[in-house]
Every structure is written in C-alpha cells, then in structure tokens.
C-alpha cells in the first residue's frame, strides 16, 4: 500500500480544480426562464471564472471574482501561495478583499496575500482596493502584495516558473493566459497572435474559454476554441467561462469532440 502512495504521489505532480466556469453573469442568470438556468444537474450550474492549480506543494487561484469566498469554502482552503489575475474585468476581480480571512488567519501572524498581473491589471487593483494601500490603513485592511509582470517572459511566482500567455479579449483589452509545465490555462480571448500560441506547444492539459456555439466579439465561440485545440494538439482540453448559451451539459457534452470536455464547477483534473 505505502508504494502504492509513493507512486501515486511520483506521477500525480500537479491538480487542477475548477472553482467556477460560468460566465460574467454565472449560470442560472438572475431572472432567467430558460431550461439550463432552471437545471437539476449540477454541472449547469456555474460560478464566474476561477480555477485552482496546486504544483510543486504550492497553490496557486486564477482570478478572484466575485464568488471567491464561497469557492474557497466549499472547496475547503485554508492558504493560498498567490492569484494571478488574467485582466481586470470585475467577474476577475471583485473577489479581492476576501483575501483578509487568509491574511489574517493565524494572527498575529499576518500572511501577506501575492497578486499578479499586467500593468494595467494591478493598476485597477491599487485602485478599486485604494484602501488596502493607503499610507493610514485602517484595521483589518487587505494585505497585500502587488507584482507587475512582463508578458514576454516567465516570471517566477512561489518559486514556480509560470509562463504568460497574451491574449486580444476585445479590441480595447488584454487578458493573459498562464502555464504551468504541461498545463496551460486561457480564458476571456478572442483571438490569440501565432507567437503567443505557439507557447501553447507541447502542453497535455488546455484550458480554453468557449462562451457559445455562436460567435462573439469577445469571447472564443465553441468552434474557435476547438480549431485552436487542434492545432495544439493537447491530450485532454476543457472549454470553461461558459453562458447559459452553451446549453444543458448533459446535451453539449455529446456535441464535442473525443478529448474535449465540458468544465463544470468542482471538476478535479489531476495531471
């Protein structure tokens, strides 16, 4: 049985969760009467974008939207080592005082919270969360510690290497994708430059956004997400950052092609 455990923990070296994998508005959408936001099936029901990759004894969240908290309970965290954030869109990052309760925790011990991001990303944090960098912070404030990345290059983050991935989410925006060894993670693109797919190259896991199965100005529809997955040519994709749009799980999944999953919220991938 122990040789068992040692080879289990030799060949599983890196799992990812999916905290949530609806879109800005999450599944069911307030109001709505269509047939996924009024599902049983739990895999139709979908918090805003976030994921969870745990390498190296480390753990790492991509994105802190607005449903953070709750992910963080229900998926029993207790620490995290960093969040890198992918832009600064709200459902990306209204999460963010919510790192209080891991700052603060094991007081007096203060665990200081690391985010990453472009430039333009850690500006809306400095701004949005002005409070937790003033100069008189009142009590019990975010603590916080702001890191700028350069897009071209690696950048070490808990002492894993991660490359960035940049992405056009719109004319106007950025977003950046993130790897980690054979895992990549991508989402809010809607067009990807050949120089930037081609650190794509060689991963096994892809993550990718697919809002619908139509087109969209900012998003991958279905189909482009699917034309980029074989061009990659990973052993296993998930499409995430999904709107009720996608349909009902159990209908989609059976739309897609051998190797290509449906995310849904809580789903463990252990590479």
Known sequence: ???????????????????????????????????????????????????MVEVEGKRFIIDAGPDFRYQMLRENITHIDAILLTHMHKDHTAGIDDVRAFNFVDYPTIHSTHIYGNEA????????YDYAFAENKYRGVPVIEL???????????????????????????????YRFGDVAYITDFSHIEPEEEAKLEGVKVLVINALRWERHDSHFSVGEAIEIINRIGPERAYLTHMSHGIGLYAEAQQRLPEGVVLAYDGLVVEI
């Open 147 to 177: 890191h700028t990345i350069d897009v071209s290059t690696p950048f070490v983050a808990a002492g894993v290497e991660i490359v960035p991935i940049l992405g056009h989410h719109s004319n106007r925006f950025r977003s950046i994708g």
């Open 121 to 128: 990303t850690i500006n809306r944090v400095k701004m949005e």
């Open 1 to 51: 049985m122990f040789a068992f455990l040692v080879l289990f923990c030799i060949f599983v070296a890196m799992k990812l969760t999916f905290l949530g994998t609806g879109t800005s508005q999450g599944v069911p959408v307030i109001g709505c009467r269509c047939e996924v936001c009024r599902s049983s099936d739990r895999r139709d029901r979908r918090l805003r974008t976030s994921a």
